[in-house]
């Protein structure tokens, strides 16, 4: 008599991974992975690291989430915002009908339109540099197993890959004198093209983010500083590229480093017309 065949075990994947570090694996796999952890010290002490750097991400967020959603937030006050957005697109509207209209006699009002439009143009334009950058940021500043598509260690690879996908010279600037260390960084997905993201913490596990994305509005290098809940960005436009500097900080902590990857980038393109 031939004794009973044990089932063929399921091998372990990086979903069971994630897992194991967010504390959402039970029953026969936890056992399961308990004793190949047993087995493989290395990968146990990876695991042991990324529990550890979830323990710390969650502490520091803990606050923010026991707060009041903000008012800006609210459905409703959404809403009436959108609702006032659609009457200046509106009032827009009726500003060029009444341009045509008025003939000849209307163009220093045309002139002063192209002017305000222009405007409103290079604004849109950073906006949405800004949302995106805060979008990734938000996406990847809480992953623990991989924060990064390609690390620090190969900077080199890393910076040569996004300069090719993107159709422009990139840098990782060092950041080194304000605390942060490069992590690496990844390609991203945008609405018309593509996106750079490099990833930097300090000694804390604190993360900021650098974006890098092309973008219309020429060369307008004002910074525009907006801040979305308990996350900032400032965000310029440059070369027709837009660039935005992310973090979880308040403006004093993130104007100088914004400032030093602006330098960083212009040495780099006068060099380059050098």
């Known amino acids: 008599m031939t004794a009973p065949q044990m089932p063929p075990q399921i091998p372990i994947g990086e979903d069971e991974l994630q897992a194991y570090v967010d504390q959402r694996l039970g029953g026969e796999r936890l056992a399961t992975m308990e004793a190949h952890l047993a087995n493989h010290p290395e990968l146990r ?3 042991a690291a990324d529990r550890r750097q979830r323990a710390l991400l969650r502490g520091q967020l803990e606050a923010k989430a026991t707060e009041a959603v903000p008012a800006r937030l609210r459905i409703a006050n959404i809403q009436a915002v959108r609702r006032g957005r659609f009457a200046g697109r509106l009032a827009r509207m009726a500003a060029v009908v009444a341009i045509f209209v008025t003939g000849a006699g209307g163009g220093w009002y045309a002139a002063n339109l192209h002017q305000s439009t222009a405007t409103v143009a290079r604004a849109a334009s950073t906006t949405t540099v800004t949302q995106g950058a805060v979008a990734a940021y938000r996406t990847f500043v809480v992953e623990v197993a991989h924060p990064v598509e390609v690390d620090a260690k190969q900077e ?5 890959w996004l300069s090719r996908r993107l159709g422009r010279p990139l840098a990782a600037p060092d950041l080194a004198q304000y605390g ?3 992590m690496g960084g990844r390609l991203l997905p945008t609405g018309s093209g593509q996106a750079a993201q490099f990833m930097y913490d300090d000694q804390s596990g604190k993360r900021i983010t650098l974006y890098v994305r092309a973008a219309d509005g020429g060369s307008e290098t004002a910074f525009r500083f907006e801040r979305e809940g308990d996350t900032a960005s400032f965000a310029w436009i440059d070369q027709g590229f837009g660039f935005a500097v992310t973090g979880m900080a308040s403006r004093e902590e993130l104007l100088p480093i914004a400032q030093a ?3 960083r980038f212009e040495r780099e393109d006068a060099t380059r017309k050098n």
């Open 180 to 182: 942060y260390r490069l």
């Open 156 to 160: 080199a690879h890393l910076v040569t």
């Open 261 to 263: 990857v602006y330098h």
């Open 45 to 47: 002490e990876q695991m």
